[in-house]
C-alpha cells in the first residue's frame, strides 16, 4: 500500500522500549493528593475509606494485567512489579505506564461511590502519575519493597503521633513539630502510649504496614471484584460475616482465610460481599471470565478420593462441606514483606523460577 507522504512524521516517535530480562516496576502516586484529601474530608491521620478504594482499583489493574505478581500500596501510591520476561506492549514503557495509570485511575473513579456512599462523585477528578524503574535482581526488588513498607511505618507513626497532639492534645500544628522533632520511634511509642493511652502495635495494620496484593487461590464462588470492607471493625477476624447478611455463599470470613493461605490473623482482608446488602448476580463478561478461570480450578479435599463423573462431584461437594472448589485470584493483606519470612514464604513464587507463560493484553 502506498504511504501517504505525511507518514515520515512516525519517524519521529522514539524508541522506548525497557531493557529485556530485568524486573519492571511501576509506581504510580496521586496528584496532590494534599489538596484532595483535605476537599474531600478524609479522616487523619488515615483514611480506611481512601485505602480501601485504594485496594479495590489495584486490584483491578492486577485482574487486567497478568504478568504483575505484586503490588503494595500505602497513602496515595502504589508499586506494582512486572515479571522479568514480560512481553507486555514489546516492553514500551509508555504504554506500559500509562496503561497502569490509567487503569488505575479510571477504577478509582467508577468504584468511588462503594466507600464514599454520602456523595455520589468526588468534588473534582483525582488524577495520578506513574514511572518505569527497572531492577536488575531480586536483592533489589526486595529492598524496594521494604524500602515502601519501612515508609509507611515511618510516615504513620510519625502522622498517628502528630495528629494526636493536634486533635486529642489540642495543640498547633507548628507547636506539635516541634514537640515531635528529634523523637525516634521509641520516644513516639512511648507518648502515645502514656499520654494518650494509644497502643501503636495495636492499631490496625492496614495503616501500620501497607497493603500487599498476592495472587493466590481464593474459593470459586467468592466475586473477584466484591467490594473491600469500609471500616475497621468489618475486617475479616471482626464481625463481617455477621454485618454482612448478604454473604450468599454462605462461607464466613472465618471459614475463607485459611482456604487463602492467609496469616489469617484479624489483619487480613480478603474479598467480600458487597456492603450495601444486596446479592450480587454474574454478568455475562463475568461469566466469560469465570469459564476462563476454570481452567485454574482444583478441587481440594480431605480423604484424596478421586471422583470421576461431573455427578459424583457434584454429590460429593455437597456432602462433604470441606470440598472447596478454588481459583486463582487477587488476595489482599497487611503482613510483613521486609526481610527473607515473606519472601522465602507465602511469596517464594513471586521471586521463584519463570514458568512459560503467554502474555494476554486485552
Ligand atoms: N487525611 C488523610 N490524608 C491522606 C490519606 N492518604 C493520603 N493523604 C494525603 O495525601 C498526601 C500524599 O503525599 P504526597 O504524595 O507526598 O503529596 P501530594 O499532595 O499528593 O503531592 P504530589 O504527589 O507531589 O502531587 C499526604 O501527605 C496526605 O496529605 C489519608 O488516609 N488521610
Ligand atoms: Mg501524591
Not at 493466590?216 to 469500609?230: F, L, N, V
Request: hydrophobic share 35%.
Amino acid at each position: 500500500m502506498a504511504k501517504s507522504k505525511y507518514e515520515y512524521v512516525k519517524e519521529f516517535e522514539t524508541d522506548d522500549k525497557l531493557l529485556r530480562n530485568v524486573y519492571i516496576l511501576v509506581r504510580i502516586d496521586g496528584k496532590g493528593f494534599h489538596k484532595f484529601s483535605a476537599a474531600h474530608e478524609f479522616t487523619k491521620p488515615n483514611d480506611v475509606r481512601a485505602l480501601n478504594l485504594m485496594n479495590h482499583a489495584a486490584r483491578h489493574v492486577m485482574h487486567e494485567l497478568d504478568d504483575i505478581l505484586i503490588a503494595f500500596g500505602e497513602s496515595d501510591e502504589f508499586s506494582f512489579l512486572f515479571r522479568k520476561s514480560t512481553g507486555l506492549y514489546q516492553r514500551r514503557e509508555a504504554k506500559i505506564v500509562s496503561t497502569v495509570v490509567s487503569l488505575f485511575t479510571s477504577a478509582y473513579v467508577y468504584y468511588w461511590n462503594d466507600y464514599f456512599k454520602e456523595s455520589r462523585r468526588s468534588l473534582y477528578p483525582p488524577a495520578f502519575d506513574g514511572r518505569a524503574v527497572l531492577y536488575p535482581s531480586e536483592v533489589e526488588v526486595k529492598d524496594y519493597f521494604a524500602w515502601r513498607q519501612a515508609d509507611t511505618h515511618i510516615n504513620n507513626l510519625f502522622n498517628t503521633s502528630f495528629w494526636a497532639l493536634v486533635e486529642k492534645g489540642g495543640m498547633t500544628p507548628k507547636a506539635a513539630e516541634i514537640r515531635l522533632s528529634g523523637t525516634d520511634s521509641k520516644d513516639k511509642n512511648e507518648m502515645l502510649f502514656t499520654e494518650f493511652n494509644t497502643n501503636y502495635s495495636k492499631l490496625p495494620a492496614i495503616f501500620r504496614k501497607g497493603s500487599v496484593l498476592l495472587r493466590e487461590q481464593i474459593p470459586k464462588d467468592m466475586h473477584k471484584d466484591a467490594i473491600i470492607p469500609t471500616l475497621p471493625d468489618t475486617l475479616p477476624g471482626s464481625t463481617c460475616a455477621d454485618a454482612n447478611p448478604s454473604l450468599s455463599t454462605g462461607a464466613t470470613q472465618a471459614s475463607v482465610s485459611p482456604a487463602l493461605g492467609s496469616t489469617a490473623d484479624a489483619d487480613s482482608v480478603v474479598a467480600t460481599p458487597t456492603s450495601n446488602g444486596s446479592t450480587e448476580h454474574e454478568t455475562d463478561d463475568d461469566k466469560k471470565r469465570s469459564i476462563e478461570g476454570d481452567e485454574e480450578e482444583t478441587f481440594e479435599n480431605d480423604d484424596d478420593k478421586v471422583y470421576e463423573s461431573t455427578t459424583e462431584v457434584a454429590e460429593a461437594r455437597s456432602a462433604a462441606p470441606s470440598l472447596k472448589r478454588m481459583k486463582k485470584g487477587v488476595v489482599i493483606d497487611h503482613i510483613d514483606i521486609i526481610g527473607e519470612k515473606f519472601w522465602s514464604g507465602r511469596g517464594a513464587y513471586i521471586l521463584g523460577p519463570e514458568r512459560k507463560k503467554k502474555t494476554r493484553t486485552k
